[in-house]
């Protein structure tokens, strides 16, 4: 995860924790062209908390009628300048000071997003504020310096290559980390001078809405970000399919994924972007420089967040000479995890996001088990608050790699083991899915550690740590992972169009 600003664990107290948590919330509206407003018809879904499964409140459920007018208020700030054309230098001082907006509010925004969705709150301040508002002030260094090309053309021509804004930015966000990955499309977007419609996760909208708040009070002119709440099926669809999103850009599992492709297909053939899911390899060799730390880090690479993070280390490929030892190690480490509360400050592992969720990884377990593995630590459900969603680490070992468990992403903290002889096998292994996200490698081979990095098929490759890196790089999937790149200034290419001026001297 990215790095936390400094001052950010001076906000790590449990007394103002416990404060926000019991903050109020007041139903959820819309936010359109700068105001709040009802979805048509007054219609409404249950924000319900995994912690404890009580309902915090309703949000807005939008109707295509309501997310189109949140495309019109977006294509009208677009149209009118005020900033696409505002000067860069200006937006930037904006985006800066969305930035500093999210820092002030940092324990409200973390807070709220744990209650609406579960994530042990040490993490989220890190990863959910702290990251967003580093996003947010990395993208405000790029606006003044998004530069055009001059084409190295024949005597008597001029080719110009302006960088353009696409427009309008639909934008399609998850329930794991949405202050992240809402910040990862946003800020880009608006960087590129777009305007942007945001439909958060059903599960997770609420701090996404404080979000937008934020963003007006630090200067962002009416209009150019709205954020539509409602259903995947409804509000996610009628995004997709608007006929005046000109590109869509979308962070989710495959099968939502091959879904936008097909209303792409069906509408105005707006580009679409997509950060999907994975079975991610972490490969622990024999020459591993320091094997306690190797498992120290595995157990986290799958058990952080419950294991709902996109890049999850969740295979677990370790060199057979050293296999019982290091499962033994990981173990023990999952099985001492404090599972529990996500907003005391102790917890280590948090709530699962849903139901819904719960019940798929269990699914997932049994399957795995009917298969042939072994459960060799956790998996049963638990009860540390009453009324939530709770599940204890696993740790599956004997997992072949024919086995679903080795094939499909579960999203919940299961890990699947299995050992290998040597290098050849070990890539063979990490490949042997459709995904292609993410991958760790351990080993004190310098010369291992490169041949590793070219042949793993993935978007990013750990060696010898795993998670952590910061705005500077990109992360994007390659085979069934996904297509373009969130992150790093490659990200603004998505929202970009290039346009070329030809000129007869
Ligand atoms: P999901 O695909 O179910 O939902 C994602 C978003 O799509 C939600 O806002 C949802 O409402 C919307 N949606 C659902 N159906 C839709 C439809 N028919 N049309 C338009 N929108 C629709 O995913 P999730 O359960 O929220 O998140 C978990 C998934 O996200 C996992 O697969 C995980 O790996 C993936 N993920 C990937 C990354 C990455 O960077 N690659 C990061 C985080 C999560």
Redesign the pocket.
Known sequence: MPEAPRNLFSSMNQEEIDAWRQQPLSDGRLWVGGQWRAAEGGRCLPASSPIDGSTLCQIAAASAADVDAAVRAARAAFERGSWSRMAPAERKKVLHRIAERIEAQQLELAVLGVRDNGTEIAMALRAEPGSAAATFRYYAECVDKLMGEIAPTPEGTLGLVHKAPVGVVGA??????PLM?GAWKIAPALAAGNSVVL?????ASLSLLRLAQLCQEAGLPEGVLNVVTG???E???A??RHMDVDVLT????????R??LK?SAESNLKRVYL????KSPNIVFDDAPDLALAAKVSAMAIFRNSG????AGSRLLVQRVVHDAFVEQLSQIAASLRVGDPLDLRTEMGAVSSAR?LARNQAMLACALEEGAHLRTGGQVIAPVPGGHYMAPAVLEGVRPEMAIARE?V?GPVLAVTPFDDEAEAVRLANGTDYG?AAGVWTGSLSRAHRMVRAIKAGVVHVNTYGGPDITVP?G?VRQ??NGH?KSMHALDKYLDLKTAWIQL
């Open positions: 399609i966000v998850p329930w794991n980390f990955i439909k958060p996760s059903e599960d259903t995947g099926a509000t996610g669809d995004l997709a979308f962070t989710g599992s495959g099968p939502v994924g879904q936008l209303a950060e999907l899911g994975g709902q993070v996109c890049v969720q992403e999203f996200l992360l999937g992972s996904g969130d």
